[in-house]
């Protein structure tokens, strides 16, 4: 705390990780006497850079760009691109370190890290987003790379601003690198199934929690926040499994429609129209839209997913979720979950799927899109997306028996957190002190 102070969000993620990890190190002295936790825990590069564009009217505006490159003991640094105001050193940080033990978990060869700027796309024109996105990428050409370090999208980065990322990129090196990015366009080297990935396998792998006891997402009662790419693909599976997903939200408010949610009308609002969450009782007068994000929390569900962004559920939250009967907690989005509401979650043992191993499977498949890339061969929604259910399930299997032979049975935050260590901590002491 003291070489990181004001990091918040990076402390926060860093002591999650490391608590679970005392028992590890009590067993294996090889990594106390190489130091690595202290090791692990400084990014190899932290890059941060000014990105200067011109609005609408002419004015020039100047915000701050970073890139994180924490770790590349296991592949090329891996993570997203976050544009949002409140993108600062401590959530690019946070964001990057839980990178490196999610990308571990997927057993692909890719590294951690995460990027971002403080810019605010909302309410942007679209010229006004390709020349945001294009000054930013001017800089952060310079340091990635298909062997090196391939961002991807997050929190405000979607389809488009790839596509313009992309294209800048490609007229700085001059000429076409399909590796450079992910979540590409499936017209120049984009992979099928890469948008659903990681709202998918975070229904892949709490359908695995469940079903362990004996439990589906059959007949239950949902509850999703966010209504961006993550949300959105979590309620179609969920759907698709037969669940009744009731609530979802943006930064505004939630909407709540007993009825169940009408999936089509969310996507043609937020993928087609851009609007905000409030506009779906225009179409649906049964729903009920309140002001506020915290309130979802209190709609009585079994599950609840929460795939919107970081604390956005609390200790009181937590509590409220749980004397409403949830049964089973999947965090799609990073870190959703204050350490004080999974205190609570895990001392009423409701079924806890954390972070890195749920929304795992949208890293996962960005590698299958570099895999494919490096083959120049496209494979079928059908054979990604089979992929991608044999990802989750072994990551939901791996981190069971972490937590086993931990004897912190059924604990997956312990779990996932030194199943997604050993493998990093182990290829750093081959790769000698650098
Ligand atoms: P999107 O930008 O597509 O959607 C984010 C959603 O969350 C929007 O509905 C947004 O509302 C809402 N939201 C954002 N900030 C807040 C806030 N402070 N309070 C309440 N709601 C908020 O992002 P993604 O769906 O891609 O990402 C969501 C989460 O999932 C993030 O934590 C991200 O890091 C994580 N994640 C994403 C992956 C991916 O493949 N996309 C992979 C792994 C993790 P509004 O539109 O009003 O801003």
């Known amino acids: 705390q003291k070489r990181n102070p004001y990091e918040s969000e990076f402390h926060q993620a860093v002591k999650e990780v490391f608590d679970s990890l005392i028992p590890v190190l009590a067993r294996n002295p090889i990594y106390i006497e190489q130091n690595i936790l202290e090791r692990m825990v400084e990014p190899e590069r932290v890059i941060s850079f000014k990105v200067p564009w011109v609005d609408d009217h002419g004015a020039v505006k100047v915000n701050r760009g970073f890139r994180v490159q924490f770790n590349s003991a296991i592949g090329p640094y891996k993570g997203g691109i976050r544009f949002h105001p409140s993108v600062n050193a401590s959530i690019v940080k946070f964001l990057g370190f839980e990178q490196i033990f999610k990308n571990s978990l997927t057993g692909q060869p890719i590294g951690g890290g995460k990027g971002g700027s403080d810019f605010d796309p909302k309410g942007k024109s679209d010229g006004e987003i390709m020349r945001f996105t294009q000054s930013f990428m001017s800089e952060l050409s310079k340091y990635i790379g298909p062997d090196v370090d391939v961002p991807a999208g997050d929190i405000g980065v979607g389809a488009r601003e790839i596509g313009f990322m992309f294209g800048q990129y490609k007229k700085i090196r001059g000429g076409y690198v399909a590796g450079v990015l992910t979540g590409k366009g499936l017209q120049y080297g984009g992979s099928l199934g890469r948008t659903e990935a990681t709202g998918y396998g975070t229904v892949y792998f709490v359908e695995e929690m469940l079903k362990d006891k004996g439990l589906s997402f059959k007949g239950r009662t949902v509850v999703v926040s966010g209504s961006g790419n993550v949300s959105i693909y979590a309620i179609e599976k969920a759907q698709q499994l037969g669940a009744k997903v009731v609530a979802c939200s943006d930064s505004s408010g939630y909407i709540y429609d007993k009825q169940g949610i009408n999936l089509e009308t969310v996507k043609h609002l937020k993928e087609v129209e851009k609007k905000r969450i409030r506009d779906y009782v225009n179409k649906h007068p049964h729903a009920q839209y309140f002001e506020g994000c915290q309130g979802i929390w209190s709609i009585p569900c079994e599950i609840a997913l929460p795939c919107a962004t970081q604390n956005e559920i609390d200790e009181i939250s937590a509590n409220m979720l749980v004397s409403n009967g949830v049964v089973a907690i999947g965090e799609g989005a990073n870190m ?96 000698g002190v650098v």
């Open 336 to 431: 959703p979950s204050t350490l004080d509401a999974m205190r609570v979650f895990l001392d009423r043992k409701i079924l806890f799927g954390p972070a890195k191993a749920v929304n795992a499977g949208g890293v996962a498949v960005s590698a299958l899109e570099m895999a494919q890339n490096s083959m120049r061969l496209s494979w079928t929604f059908e054979e990604v997306d089979a992929k991608l259910q044999e990802i989750m399930k072994n990551i939901y299997r791996n981190s069971m028996n972490a937590a086993l032979e931990y004897e912190a049975v059924d604990n997956l935050v312990v779990g996932a957190n030194i199943a997604g260590f050993k493998k990093v901590a182990d290829a750093m002491i081959a790769q």
